[in-house]
Nanobody, 117 residues
Framework: EVQFVESGGGLVQAGGSLRLSCVASGVTFDEHAAGWFRQAPGKEREGVACISSSDGSTYYADSVKGRFTVSSDKAKNTMYLQMSNLNGEDTAVYFC??????????WGQGTQVTVSS
């Protein structure tokens, strides 16, 4: 059974940083591009960042480019999202899943990120 478990969210002041973690079970990050998605209150879920399983190339949404960095540690089967210079528009529940759009069967509980001004 494939499962993604997100952690690392919390409350942070604007301008601050957080690092999210995603541990995969039943699958490895060698097998498929994976990444991070987020859903803010009243908004649709959107893709934030993806990392290729083959060459480690990355993709970022324009809204986070230059502030967020996605990486993976294949030995730990864990993916990370380092977020810096956070602002209120980054407040959302963050999820990890396959890229580019996520697989319906594998959405987890996510981790809440709240940025206070």
């Amino acid at each position: 059974e494939v499962q993604f478990v997100e952690s690392g969210g919390g409350l942070v002041q604007a301008g601050g940083s957080l690092r999210l973690s995603c541990v995969a079970s039943g699958v490895t990050f060698d097998e498929h591009a994976a990444g991070w998605f987020r859903q803010a209150p009243g908004k649709e879920r959107e893709g934030v960042a993806c990392i290729s399983s083959s060459d480690g190339s990355t993709y970022y949404a324009d809204s986070v480019k230059g502030r967020f960095t996605v990486s993976s540690d294949k030995a730990k089967n864990t993916m990370y999202l380092q977020m810096s210079n956070l602002n209120g528009e980054d407040t959302a529940v963050y999820f990890c899943n396959y890229c580019p759009t996520g697989s319906d069967n594998y959405w987890g509980q996510g981790t809440q990120v709240t940025v206070s001004s």
